[in-house]
């Protein structure tokens, strides 16, 4: 396992990486115990860095998140939420057929270890509110407004 630090304008992001080259994680803070860095570490944090310059709206990584089946699926189909676009819990639990999981979506949504690259911060309330999100509502305002998504929807700060 390796990782890679960066600083963002929402604060410091760890993108981790196994020994395949994969994403494993992507999570907001510093690791608690430094981790050697490595090449596949190194361009999966500058593609984040280039996210953040606005150079870049998609992710081009090998992903190997570790969860149950239903939250690989969810978030599989987060991950084809468009940049610039957001979905509600209902939607998406519509999409990936099981309409009236909207609540489990949500909890797979909350357990999604690899932030920002699989856009768990483009699902939203159904009336177009903020709703929770692991990184805090203040990081989730900041990547929509990024990504200009909903600024009029979206409460004053």
């Known amino acids: 396992m390796t990782s890679t630090t960066i600083t963002t ?21 510093e690791p608690d115990v430094p981790m050697p860095t490595s090449d596949a570490s190194d361009a999966a944090a500058r593609q984040l860095s280039e996210y953040f310059a606005g150079d870049r709206t998609d992710f081009d990584l090998d992903l190997a998140p570790s969860g149950t089946d239903f939250q690989r699926k969810v978030w599989t189909a987060l991950s084809q939420i468009p940049y610039g676009t957001t979905e509600s819990y209902g939607q998406l639990a519509l999409r990936i057929g099981q309409p009236t999981a909207s609540r489990a979506v949500g909890l797979a949504n909350g357990r999604n270890p690899i932030a920002i690259v699989v856009p768990c911060h483009r699902v939203i309330g159904s009336s177009g509110t903020l709703t ?26």
């Open 132 to 157: 929770g999100y692991a990184g805090g509502l203040e990081r989730k305002r900041w990547l929509l407004e990024h990504e200009r998504v909903w600024q009029d929807v979206l409460p004053a700060r």
């Open 9 to 29: 304008p929402i604060g410091p992001i760890t993108v981790c990486v196994d020994d395949d080259g994969a994403v494993t994680s992507v999570l907001f803070g």
